[in-house]
C-alpha cells in the first residue's frame, strides 16, 4: 500500500509562473520529507526538505510547506523556468532511525516557454 | 561532488539468468541502497547496508540478493531472473542517518535491465 502519494501524474505551467506539486502521506509516524527531482536518463538529485517540526523551508526559487494535521506537504517553485521540467518525487521517513525513505509515484513538471 | 557509478546503463537478460548490478561510490559512504523504480510505483527499496558485509532487507527483496564485500561497492544479485523484474534499478549511497538534512541519498543515474 503506497505510504507516500502524488496524485497527480502530470503538471504543465507557463514559464515564469508558479508550479506547484503537492503529496499526501498516510503514515502519521512520518517527520522528515524530502522532494527529489530527476531528469531522463539520470538518477534523482536531492532538492529540499523539511522536518515535522517546521511547517515551511525555502531554498530560493523552491518552498516546501508541511501541513501535518491534513497529512500533505506541497513544493512551490516561483519563477518557474524550462530547466524545471523533470520528475519530481516526494519521499518521507520516520525518526525511528529506520533507514528507507518511502517515495511517492512522481509528478511530471513541463515548464512550456 | 558525490558520484555514484552504476556499472551498466542497459541490459538484456534472458529469464532464469544470473545477474549483477554493480554500484561503486567514491565519497565513503556508510550507507549504500538498492531502489527500482516502475511506472505508478515509484522507488520501492529492495535492499540496504549500512556497513561492509551487512545487509538489511527492504520493502520488496524477494528474488534478489546483495553482496557488500568493501564500502565502495554495493552488488545486486538476481538469482534466477524473471520479466517481472524488468525495471529501472538505481543504486544510492549516504553518509550517517538519511535523517539528517546534510546526508540525503545520492543516486547513480540508473540501469535499465529488461528479462526476457
Known amino acids: 500500500d503506497q505510504q507516500v502519494k502524488q496524485n497527480s501524474p502530470s503538471l504543465s505551467v507557463q514559464e515564469g509562473r508558479i508550479s506547484i506539486l503537492n503529496c499526501d502521506y498516510t503514515?502519521?509516524?512520518?517527520?522528515?520529507f524530502l522532494w527529489y527531482k530527476k531528469y531522463p536518463a539520470e538518477g534523482p538529485t536531492f532538492l529540499i526538505s523539511i522536518s515535522s517540526i517546521k511547517d515551511k523551508n525555502e531554498d530560493g526559487r523552491f518552498t516546501v510547506f508541511l501541513n501535518k494535521s491534513a497529512k500533505h506537504l506541497s513544493l512551490h517553485i516561483v519563477p518557474s523556468q524550462p530547466g524545471d521540467s523533470a520528475v519530481y518525487f516526494c519521499?518521507?521517513?520516520?525518526?525511528?532511525?529506520?533507514?528507507?525513505?518511502?517515495f511517492g509515484t512522481g509528478t511530471r513538471l513541463t515548464v512550456i516557454p | 561532488d558525490v558520484k555514484v557509478t552504476q556499472s551498466s546503463r542497459y541490459l538484456v537478460k534472458r529469464t532464469g539468468e544470473k545477474v549483477f548490478l554493480e554500484c561503486v561510490q567514491d565519497?565513503?559512504?556508510?550507507?549504500m541502497f538498492w531502489y527500482r523504480q516502475d511506472p505508478g510505483l515509484g522507488l520501492r527499496l529492495i535492499y540496504f547496508s549500512y556497513d561492509v558485509k551487512m545487509k538489511e532487507k527492504g520493502d520488496i527483496p524477494e528474488g534478489y540478493s546483495v553482496s557488500r564485500e568493501k564500502k565502495e561497492r554495493f552488488s545486486l544479485i538476481l538469482e534466477s531472473a524473471s520479466t517481472n523484474q524488468t525495471s529501472m534499478y538505481l543504486c544510492a549511497s549516504s553518509s550517517g542517518a538519511i535523517l539528517a538534512e546534510n546526508s540525503p541519498l545520492h543516486f547513480g543515474n540508473g540501469t535499465r535491465l529488461t528479462v526476457t
Open positions: 503514515n502519521s509516524m512520518f517527520d522528515y
Open positions: 519521499a518521507a521517513s520516520e525518526k525511528s532511525g529506520a533507514n528507507n525513505l518511502f
Open positions: 565519497m565513503d559512504h556508510e550507507n
